[in-house]
């Protein structure tokens, strides 16, 4: 039983994954693509390549498919016929001379190339006695520019829709795009500029996207319109695919400059900055001497129009080739990516207003991501070897799944060449180091705001050292490391990261990856950090948060150069309190200070075995436990 069920999936699989005949074209200009098409009506190819569906021709039509079939139904003996997966990519001009053109033109998918289509509201598809017949087998996008009659039952005169045996849309929408934000925005098919269209059809969810822009926008995140149906009743084992146009009584110039088409995965891109344009319409030189107009006045400002328009084409171009990025096969196997101009976008091009600070990896800026409005962070971190990268990105997509309430959680990664971005949530107040240590911030925390940040630190580790699938080490615990949320509450950034560069840097050899005054000694005889080397740095944290003082001083007194030291020597003369962050005046509880204190000792100690897990930190910051007031220090 089960293997009857299995085998007819095995079959289709099979048969998907061995089609001969999948078809991958780009057509970049259709100078050499003459031998592939077959073209009739008023359809030719001009001189520098553009293909031209009609002329301003009063009631004609044209055609231009892809010379031979292609597969479009798997239909094979064990399954039920199903639609091939397909993606186009065209760009498009429809030029009018005068006021009002037509009819508009359509991407087709019909069993024969030699359709015996009408001209005018018909674009050359069906006629009179075909129009709505199931027999037809004919799938198009309509990109109408006349709204016709009643029969026809269009919504406007400047309309996408998707047709179906029939010139009645099954669905259709004004012609528009969606911004990043959502916002519809309506333009003219007939505006006289090339126009983009993307046609995805996933055979397997059967969903149908469409979507349209002006060329100098990029491919919208959100589809004009997005159709779940299933065109396995639709199309023929073998279909041909094109374009069918015609016009009317009024009538205009319908220009595809550029195609590409796909079965079975994704339409290449275009290669915008090389596609032929469309001839400009003659000029009746009647008009001058009727108006008296002067025609080397209209031909100056011509040129400069087109200079102008010839500078931001050039521009766009070159902005958009600065902001290109070539995706590696294996990037596409890992989730939580961000696109590179969503990025760039987001930091208004890494402008240095932007900068948040520079980290132990490198720099880190603020961001509004696009399509969202969402703040988020995001690390750059450059100079990793090539060989790395791929290994550096699968590390940190594990890490992005880690989830804690004082962790600040990875959203995502981009890779740039060698260079890898990582997107974080915004901590709106930064980072504790500038509220300890910088004079604009320096004593505005209070003594129990410091306690609270300092117990969701511990949990933080703890869940990383103890609660998740496998044992995290952070590696840099630190108080630039801990970051405050809206509401002050601590959280832990970079965790996991240390180790991933160290790896990435030079996976053959051991590197310490840390900051100085936070390293436990024993780092420098193993090089390898484990749980109780995150504790040993949590512990100098615990000291720094209560005497509001860096743990390494320079300029400090030769007693007091060591944090550590000196809050060990007041401890032995019995004169604890007086390390306390003199700005905390006497607003602090003395017990939780005196907890703080001795407990930064005991973590900090030299001998790791001693030091204790951060499980018990916990207990210990929460009451459950008591640290004896003559604990044995081990230094």
Same mark, same amino acid.
């Given at each position: 039983?089960?293997?009857?069920?299995?085998?007819?999936?095995?079959?289709?699989?099979?048969?998907?994954?061995?089609?001969?005949?999948?078809?991958?074209?780009?057509?970049?200009?259709?100078?050499?693509?003459?031998?592939?098409?077959?073209?009739?009506?008023?359809?030719?190819?001009?001189?520098?390549?553009?293909?031209?569906?009609?002329?301003?021709?009063?009631?004609?039509?044209?055609?231009?498919?892809?010379? =031979? %079939?292609?597969?479009?139904?798997?239909?094979?003996?064990?399954?039920?016929?199903? /639609? $091939?997966?397909? @993606?186009? !990519? *065209?760009?498009?001009?429809?030029?009018?001379?005068?006021?009002?053109?037509?009819?508009?033109?359509?991407?087709?998918?019909?069993?024969?190339?030699?359709?015996?289509?009408?001209?005018?509201?018909?674009?050359?598809?069906?006629?009179?006695?075909?129009?709505?017949?199931?027999?037809?087998?004919?799938?198009?996008?309509?990109?109408?520019?006349?709204?016709?009659?009643?029969?026809?039952?269009?919504?406007?005169?400047?309309?996408?829709?998707?047709?179906?045996?029939?010139?009645?849309?099954?669905?259709?929408?004004?012609?528009?795009?969606?911004?990043?934000?959502?916002?519809?925005?309506?333009?003219?098919?007939?505006?006289?500029?090339?126009?983009?269209?993307?046609?995805?059809?996933?055979?397997?969810?059967?969903?149908?996207?469409?979507?349209? =822009? %002006?060329?100098?926008?990029?491919?919208?995140?959100?589809?004009?319109?997005?159709? /779940? $149906?299933?065109? @396995?009743? !639709? *199309?023929?084992?073998?279909?041909?695919?094109?374009?069918?146009?015609?016009?009317?009584?009024?009538?205009?110039?319908?220009?595809?400059?550029?195609?590409?088409?796909?079965?079975?995965?994704?339409?290449?891109?275009?290669?915008?900055?090389?596609?032929?344009?469309?001839?400009?319409?003659?000029?009746?030189?009647?008009?001058?001497?009727?108006?008296?107009?002067?025609?080397?006045?209209?031909?100056?400002?011509?040129?400069?129009?087109?200079?102008?328009?010839?500078?931001?084409?050039?521009?766009?171009?070159?902005?958009?080739?600065?902001?290109?990025?070539?995706?590696?096969?294996?990037?596409?196997?890992?989730?939580?990516?961000?696109?590179?101009?969503?990025?760039?976008?987001?930091?208004?091009?890494?402008?240095?207003?932007?900068?948040?600070? =520079?980290?132990?990896?490198?720099?880190?800026?603020?961001?509004?991501?696009?399509?969202?409005?969402?703040?988020?962070?995001?690390?750059?971190?450059?100079?990793?070897?090539?060989?790395?990268?791929?290994?550096?990105?699968?590390?940190?997509?594990?890490?992005?799944?880690?989830?804690?309430?004082?962790?600040?959680?990875?959203?995502?990664?981009?890779?740039?060449?060698?260079?890898?971005?990582?997107?974080?949530?915004?901590?709106?107040?930064?980072?504790?180091?500038?509220?300890?240590?910088?004079?604009?911030?320096?004593?505005?925390?209070?003594?129990?705001?410091?306690?609270?940040?300092?117990?969701?630190?511990?949990?933080?580790?703890?869940?990383?050292?103890?609660?998740?699938?496998?044992?995290?080490?952070?590696?840099?615990?630190?108080?630039?490391?801990?970051?405050?949320?809206?509401?002050?509450?601590?959280?832990?950034?970079?965790?996991?990261?240390?180790?991933?560069?160290?790896?990435?840097?030079?996976?053959?050899?051991?590197?310490?990856?840390?900051?100085?005054?936070?390293?436990?000694?024993?780092?420098?005889?193993?090089?390898?950090?484990?749980?109780?080397?995150?504790?040993?740095?949590?512990?100098?944290?615990?000291?720094?948060?209560?005497?509001?003082?860096?743990?390494?001083?320079?300029?400090?007194?030769?007693?007091?150069?060591?944090?550590?030291?000196?809050?060990?020597?007041?401890?032995?003369?019995?004169?604890?309190?007086?390390?306390?962050?003199?700005?905390?005046?006497?607003?602090?509880?003395?017990?939780?200070?005196?907890?703080?204190?001795?407990?930064?000792?005991?973590?900090?100690?030299?001998?790791?075995?001693?030091?204790?897990?951060?499980?018990?930190?916990?207990?210990?910051?929460?009451?459950?436990?008591?640290?004896?007031?003559?604990?044995?220090?081990?230094?």
């Amino acid at each position: 039983m089960a293997a009857s069920i299995v085998l007819p999936f095995l079959v289709l699989l099979l048969a998907s994954s061995s089609l001969s005949d999948n078809i991958d074209f780009t057509y970049n200009g259709f100078k050499s693509a003459a031998t592939n098409l077959s073209l009739d009506g008023y359809a030719h190819i001009t001189s520098n390549g553009v293909l031209q569906l009609t002329n301003d021709s009063y009631k004609v039509t044209g055609h231009a498919f892809f010379s =031979s %079939p292609i597969q479009m139904l798997l239909n094979t003996p064990s399954v039920t016929p199903a /639609a $091939i997966s397909f @993606s186009t !990519i *065209f760009v498009f001009d429809i030029i009018t001379v005068g006021n009002g053109g037509g009819h508009g033109f359509a991407f087709a998918m019909a069993p024969t190339k030699t359709l015996n289509g009408s001209c005018c509201q018909y674009l050359g598809l069906l006629n009179t006695s075909s129009n709505g017949n199931s027999s037809n087998h004919v799938f198009a996008i309509e990109f109408d520019t006349v709204q016709g009659s009643d029969m026809f039952k269009d919504i406007d005169d400047n309309h996408v829709g998707v047709d179906i045996n029939s010139l009645v849309s099954n669905i259709s929408k004004p012609a528009s795009y969606y911004t990043d934000n959502f916002k519809m925005v309506d333009f003219e098919l007939e505006s006289g500029q090339p126009i983009q269209a993307w046609i995805d059809y996933d055979g397997i969810a059967k969903i149908l996207n469409v979507t349209i =822009s %002006p060329f100098y926008v990029d491919k919208p995140s959100r589809p004009l319109i997005s159709h /779940a $149906i299933d065109l @396995s009743p !639709i *199309f023929k084992e073998y279909m041909y695919v094109g374009f069918s146009s015609s016009t009317g009584k009024l009538s205009s110039s319908h220009y595809i400059m550029g195609w590409s088409f796909r079965t079975n995965g994704m339409a290449r891109s275009l290669d915008l900055s090389h596609l032929p344009l469309p001839p400009q319409p003659a000029k009746s030189s009647s008009i001058s001497k009727a108006t008296g107009i002067n025609i080397g006045v209209i031909s100056s400002l011509v040129t400069l129009l087109l200079v102008a328009f010839a500078f931001s084409v050039s521009w766009y171009l070159w902005r958009r080739a600065k902001l290109a990025e070539t995706l590696e096969d294996w990037e596409i196997d890992y989730p939580h990516r961000f696109p590179y101009r969503d990025l760039y976008r987001a930091t208004k091009g890494f402008k240095e207003t932007e900068l948040l600070g =520079s980290g132990t990896f490198g720099l880190v800026y603020k961001g509004i991501l696009p399509r969202t409005g969402e703040e988020v962070a995001v690390k750059k971190i450059s100079n990793n070897s090539r060989q790395a990268v791929r290994e550096f990105v699968a590390e940190v997509v594990c890490l992005a799944r880690i989830r804690h309430r004082n962790l600040v959680p990875l959203q995502g990664w981009c890779k740039r060449k060698e260079d890898i971005l990582l997107v974080s949530e915004f901590m709106p107040n930064g980072s504790l180091d500038t509220f300890l240590f910088e004079s604009e911030r320096c004593g505005l925390l209070s003594w129990d705001q410091r306690f609270k940040i300092l117990k969701g630190v511990a949990m933080g580790l703890a869940y990383l050292h103890e609660e998740w699938e496998q044992v995290v080490v952070h590696r840099d615990i630190k108080s630039s490391n801990v970051l405050l949320d809206a509401e002050m509450n601590g959280r832990l950034s970079d965790f996991g990261l240390a180790g991933v560069y160290e790896r990435a840097k030079n996976p053959s050899t051991t590197i310490i990856v840390g900051t100085l005054a936070y390293i436990a000694p024993e780092l420098s005889r193993t090089g390898k950090s484990m749980p109780s080397s995150d504790v040993f740095a949590y512990g100098i944290l615990l000291l720094e948060v209560a005497c509001g003082r860096r743990a390494i001083e320079s300029t400090s007194p030769t007693g007091k150069l060591l944090l550590m030291d000196w809050v060990r020597e007041c401890k032995t003369r019995g004169r604890l309190l007086e390390v306390v962050d003199p700005k905390l005046g006497q607003s602090y509880l003395r017990e939780e200070v005196e907890l703080v204190l001795k407990l930064g000792l005991v973590c900090s100690q030299s001998i790791p075995e001693v030091r204790p897990t951060m499980r018990q930190v916990i207990r210990y910051l929460n009451g459950d436990d008591s640290l004896a007031d003559d604990v044995a220090l081990v230094f």
